[in-house]
């Protein structure tokens, strides 16, 4: 029976974007699989890993029979679209137990797996608080601050972003436990407060998801699962349950020891001492001085690279060490034409902020070097 006739590309657009999350071996076989049903007049496509689900989908010719639901590898389908000529129409028709595609005078039959035995994401029972802003706004936000984020670290909870909502803002925090990133923006007409935590894979797949433009996205935030709606798209995540740090006790205010200097200037003699880096411990040592800042690398090797930067500082002298990624991370990841750096002392955290705006800020613990 004819699922669906149409264009590789509109097959494959939507099959992209529910296929991210499906992981590559999974305890259960179905979890590998993308459930497609046919509606009257549209089509829509389902993955999950039972933590994330995507589903999305496009409007089409009126069905002959609505209804029809099979679940396929979502991995060897996209393999077969992708293979296909970009301007080839492709038919997906349900046999017993098989899924053929035809497209010109290529076949391909794929095994499937009975569509009712396929796991959804149930509703959240609590009602849950939704706002709207523009797609690119989102993206911008999970942009400045999820490279920050824990990678399996036996601290669960900081294994993802916290999303706070709180009187008329959003504000987005994550930290690996050595460096922590705050981003926030105003929101209209949101009141009240919530927070949830975001796990990693969600924030991953969400940045490749939505378009850098004004669309809106609506994010309706529960107690157990946040909703992302967008275009066709809609995302749900269950959410991690974990009591995030105080990240307000963490950035430091009132800092004296300050400069500010060109993004891509520090970005690159960073890259150019980061050569020469331990390959362990990424160390890089900072010496700040009247007017200039000092920047080495050495290894195991007892090999050197070091820098100078003439800067407009005139307080204290300083010599702190830090991990080179934690501050190429943040360089790479901000906009801006400059930052601003602030210092406590060599044993405390540096702050960097943005000249030309107050609503990012990004700390980094010092590294004895």
């Known amino acids: 029976m004819k699922l669906i006739q149409a ?31 046919r509606q009257a007049e549209r089509l829509d496509l389902l993955a999950t890993d039972l933590e994330i689900q995507v589903t999305t989908g496009f409007g089409c ?40 595609v035809r497209s010109g005078k290529s076949r391909f039959t794929l095994q499937t797996l009975p569509a009712e035995d396929f796991p959804r994401l149930a509703p959240a029972g609590d009602g849950g608080t939704t706002v709207t802003l523009p797609q690119r706004a989102l993206r911008a936000l999970f942009l400045l601050v999820q490279y ?55 924030v991953v797949e969400l940045v490749k998801l939505l378009s850098d433009s004004d669309d809106p996205v609506t994010m309706e935030m529960s107690s157990s699962q946040v909703r992302f709606g ?8 269950k959410v991690i349950d974990g009591k995030f740090p105080d990240y307000e006790r963490v950035i430091p205010t009132g800092y004296e020891r300050q400069f500010t200097i060109s993004r891509q200037t520090l970005l690159a003699a960073l890259h150019r001492a980061a050569i020469l880096s331990n390959e362990k411990f990424r160390g890089v040592r900072w010496i700040l001085g009247a007017g200039s800042l000092s920047i080495s690398c ?14 407009d500082y005139s307080g204290d002298a300083i010599d702190i060490g830090f991990n080179i990624n934690y501050v190429l991370d943040v360089l790479t990841n901000v906009q801006a034409e400059n930052v601003q750096c602030a210092f406590g002392d060599a044993n405390s955290s540096m702050l960097m902020t943005l000249p030309d705006d107050a609503d990012f800020r990004y700390v980094v613990m010092p590294m004895r070097i």
Do not use: C
Not at 26 to 32: K, Q, R, V, Y
Not at 75 to 92: E, F, G, H, M, V
């Open 298 to 311: 050495t290894n195991n090797e007892q090999e050197e690279a070091q820098d100078e930067l003439d800067i």
């Open 230 to 237: 967008f275009g066709d798209i809609q995302l749900v995540s």
């Open 61 to 100: 010719d009126k069905a002959t029979e609505s209804g029809q639901q099979v679940t396929v590898s979502a991995r060897k389908l996209q393999d077969i679209l992708r293979a296909l000529p970009d301007s080839a129409q492709a038919t997906l028709e349900v046999q017993t137990n098989r899924l053929q």
């Open 148 to 202: 920050a984020m824990a990678q399996q670290d036996i601290r669960y909870y900081l294994n993802g972003l916290l999303i706070a909502l709180d009187d008329g803002r959003i504000k987005m925090v994550a930290t690996d436990g050595h460096r922590l990133a705050y981003a926030t923006r105003a929101l209209d007409g949101v009141t009240g407060k919530a927070e949830v935590i975001l796990p990693r894979k969600a």
């Open 7 to 37: 264009p590789r590309d509109v097959l494959l657009k939507p099959l992209q974007a529910v296929s991210g999350i499906v992981e590559k071996r999974n305890t259960l076989p179905i979890l590998s699989n993308v459930l497609i049903e």
